[in-house]
């Protein structure tokens, strides 16, 4: 009796363990990004990922307020300041106050000051944008480069998506880890994590 016992308790410890862990990988999928139309809307590359998130390049004043209608309410700017000065015909952040949407503006780049540099900051403020998002957001740079990068970093190390179908996703979008690096020989995906990923692409010799 004693024995029979003992194996109850040796399956039911496991079943019990399970149901309190964390949910794997699959309860955390991410859905494939979804390519649209960037004429007259994106410099270069535009796509959801589900039904919340959009990544792209440098938007036009009629995607923000085509976006807008479609509820997007927050905007998040990967762009360097000097950058916003160069192929933007109009203010976006006053564009996006007049459109009562949320801007938040995140200047990243490679081997740039400390305050810009690509960094886990950058995750960190990029997930509390989301959290208190209160519809659906817009997550961009120029041509959707670093914002493939940013995202790749945010689906490991806050979604606990596996790296690499992390990069999967973020290869369909514009991730183009295969030919471009930072001055320090570093993908901007292992900037943004703080850590080296030895499958992430590299160049080739």
Not at 182 to 202: A, C, H, K, T
Request: net charge positive; glycine share 8%.
């Amino acid at each position: 009796m004693r024995r029979f016992v003992t194996s109850l308790v040796a399956l039911a410890v496991p079943a019990i363990l399970a149901a309190q862990a964390p949910q794997g990988a699959a309860a955390q999928a991410i859905p494939a990004p979804t390519r649209v139309d960037t004429t007259g809307m994106f410099l270069a590359v535009g796509a959801w990922v589900g039904d919340r998130i959009i990544i792209s390049g440098q938007p036009t004043e009629k995607a923000l307020r085509e976006l807008r209608a479609q509820g997007v309410t927050t905007v998040v700017n990967l762009r360097m300041p000097e950058e916003m000065t160069n192929l933007v015909k109009f203010d976006e952040a006053a564009l996006l106050k007049e459109l009562g949407m949320k801007y938040v503006h995140l200047p990243s780049r490679g081997g740039g000051s400390p305050e810009s540099a690509y960094s886990p900051k950058h995750v960190a403020a990029f997930t509390q944008a989301l959290k208190e998002a209160d519809g659906k957001v817009l997550l961009h740079c120029t041509i959707a480069w670093r914002a493939s990068h940013l995202w790749a970093a945010y689906l490991i190390q806050e979604k606990g998506v596996p790296v690499e179908e992390a990069l999967t996703n973020a290869r369909a979008i514009n991730l183009m880890d295969d030919h471009r690096m930072g001055p320090n020989g570093r993908q901007p995906v292992e900037d943004f994590l703080g850590r080296s990923l030895p499958m992430v692409g590299r160049p080739k010799q």
